[in-house]
């Protein structure tokens, strides 16, 4: 099973400011990694696939890089709507489908 | 526009059963994969299981399978989740999300969730 790490656990951060989130995997995942949105009470949001294809209807402050075993989530001035949960998620190897332990962004 | 709209959670009894359906709409149903995948309590996601977009494959977690069934009836446009089994760390909020493209593997669209509770 690839495990993924995501870092850091929580992030505090003033509006407008960018925020850069990392999520690592055991092993390649090659380019197949998907960025994941969630609000409190919320589904989560299909934001990034494929490392760093925008989906539709997402804004282009966000943005995906990485390849391999090293990812990034890049939001570059954030609003008010972004602080939340993110997840990342592989979809290399499976079964199983593995998704990292979140990264919170808060606002500081 | 999609939609997807999850029923049958609730709370149940260690070892009991419970089905849960997923009606889907605004799309072509039987065009696309569909998942389910769930979050326990203040957790992260884990994904349940897969089905192709005709039935024809289904895969399990590890920590599903074998209690856990997914189907799918393309004429009524509706995913279901048979659980079977049921243990304290079933639950979650479960949700059916629709494969992106076909079979990528990616969720491009989820429900609103619901809760399934395992408690005696």
């Known amino acids: 099973e690839i495990v993924m790490t995501q870092s850091p656990a929580t992030l505090s951060v003033s509006p407008g400011e960018g925020a850069t989130l990392s999520c690592r995997a055991s092993?390649?995942?090659?380019?197949?990694l998907a960025w994941y949105q969630q609000k409190p009470g919320q589904a989560p949001r299909l934001l990034i696939y494929?490392?760093?294809t925008r989906a539709t209807g997402i804004p282009a402050r966000f943005s995906g890089s990485g390849s391999g075993t090293e990812f990034t989530l890049t939001i570059s001035s954030l609003q008010s709507e972004d602080f939340a949960v993110y997840y990342c998620q592989q979809y290399n190897i499976w079964p199983p489908l593995t998704f990292g332990g979140g990264t919170k962004v808060e606002i500081k | 526009q999609v939609q997807l709209v999850e029923s049958g959670g609730g709370v149940v009894q260690p070892g009991r059963s419970l089905r849960l359906s997923c009606a889907a709409s605004g799309f072509t149903f039987s065009r696309y994969g569909m998942h389910w995948v769930r979050q326990a309590p203040g957790k992260g996601l884990e994904w349940v299981a897969v089905i192709w977009h005709d039935g024809g494959q289904k895969v399990y977690a590890d920590s599903v399978k074998g209690r856990f069934a997914i189907s799918r009836d393309n004429s009524e446009n509706t995913l279901y989740l048979q659980m079977n089994s049921l243990s304290a760390e079933d639950t979650a909020v479960y949700y059916c999300?629709?494969?992106?493209?076909?079979?990528?593997?990616?969720?491009?669209?989820w429900g609103q969730g619901t809760l399934v509770a395992v408690s005696s």
């Open positions: 999300a629709r494969d992106d493209d076909g079979d990528r593997n990616v969720f491009d669209y």
């Open positions: 494929d490392a760093y």
């Open positions: 092993q390649s995942v090659n380019s197949k």
